[in-house]
């Protein structure tokens, strides 16, 4: 239960995290920014989440 208790907030501060970067690459595009950097740390959160989502679904079978 505790397991699936952290890992459910990892994975909201995943998706926090990918909400604000997306925003913040959003305006960099914007303003004709580097948006590189932006987009390798949304690659990075997308392995994230989806290893987080496939622990939680491995803890329920």
Excluded: P
């Excluded at 239960?1 to 459910?8: A, G, P």
């Excluded at 960099?28 to 948006?35: A, D, F, H, Q, T």
């Excluded at 932006?38 to 989502?53: D, G, S, T, V």
Aim: no cysteine.
């Amino acid at each position: 239960m505790l397991v699936r208790k952290t890992l459910e907030g990892k994975l909201a501060e995943a998706k926090s995290d990918y909400v604000r970067i997306q925003g913040d690459m959003d305006k960099l595009e914007y303003v004709k920014g580097r948006v590189s950097a932006a987009e390798e740390q949304l690659i990075r959160l997308e392995k994230e989440i989806a290893e987080i989502n496939k622990r939680l679904e491995e803890l329920a079978d």
